[in-house]
């Protein structure tokens, strides 16, 4: 049996035991003794001479780390304690967190933390929570760390284990210039960028609704309305109508390629309002970045990927759109990149801090007085979880209300063999 195999059956409890008994006999001998005792030591352990040699030489002595902590090699590591601290934040000041997080539409901590006391204050005036002066004082000093910390639990039991369908219009499509995705990022606001959202629910078969999607660049204000087609008609007074709703003049109007943008009836009322009207580069979706954001997190967080397409369902979109807008824009932070630093494969992005679509409006130079008055007003007899509630109750009726395939079999029929004709490149009679 080799000196490995007998050292492979030894524990390592058994084997530090053997080291200190024989460690200190070692380094009270003679060199001619030495060589005895570590033949018998390599023997009996299975360590390889050198090592062993080492091992009984600095067993038990001092050393230096770092020149700060003294070491005692061989000694054996005591435990860590774990550390006992009383929580800071007690189940009140968690409960009231909660309770303004899905408020919130259960936003990250980066973006809740700015706006969590003076939310909390909100609530609290229109009788929505009940919080003391000691919670409220916790609230308002919790950082983002700590709100992604103590919601963690909580937001586990939320997780959830498109298509495009632009048609390009070639007829005004050289006569608009091209704007990139960073060409508006410093300018004031006015300058929007605008897209269609498809409800079809994955059957493009057929007429279904869609929803139109104002960004403006500067301050994030959104502005959503549902129309019956992606008609030229329907989408040019829909854009009318949500001019309208901004709290500044439109200064600058930014497409993709569709027809249902591209063509002389938007072009000539640009032109007539003395608005800049631009488009992005084909097969470039970065170029509408800030619309493509608001696309997701405004009206497929609030209206999911359902087919719509009945004019009750029509109708329950645009009242839903107009509680939205103002629980959108009011109260709900969002940051904008400052800066992208890129350091070989690894990208380093810098965001200014959290803060509403109204807030960035207030601190505009571009606004007037007048107008920043009216949207404090407006802020002022607004409540937020009233207007949640409302949200999720017209959400509610607009899942149950059943879209035009839904209720006719023989028409579901139809229109599914018809995109599946499409597909396919062929006519099918049906």
Known sequence: MGALEVGMRISMKARREMVEAVARRYQQSRKAEKGAILDEFVATSGYCRWHASYVLRWWGRKIWVDDKKVLVVGAPRKKKEPRVRTPLYDERAIAVLKKV???????????????????????????????????????????????????????????????????????????????????WDDAGPGFVEIDLVSHEGGCAAGEFCNTLDLTDIATTWTETAAVRNKSQERVFEALKKLRENLPFPLRGIDSDNGSEFINHELEGYCRKEKITFTRSRPARKNDNCFVEQKNWSVVRRAVGYARYDTDEQLKLLNQLYQHLRLYTNFFMPSMKLISKQRDGSRVKKRYDKAQTPCQRVMASRHVTRDRKRKLRIEYEGLNPAALKRQMEHLQNRLYKTPNQLQRSPAEAKRLKALELARRNGAWVEV
């Open 101 to 183: 997080w899905k408020i919130m539409d259960y936003i990250c901590g980066k973006r809740l933390a700015p706006v969590l006391g003076p939310m909390t204050d909100l609530l609290e005036r229109a009788g929505e929570i009940r919080c003391d002066r000691e919670t409220r004082e916790k609230l308002s000093k919790m950082s983002a760390a700590t709100i992604d910390r103590l919601l963690r639990p909580e937001r586990k039991k939320h997780e959830l284990k498109g298509r495009s369908r632009t048609k390009p219009g070639t007829l005004l499509k050289h006569q608009i210039p091209i704007r990139t995705f960073a060409e």
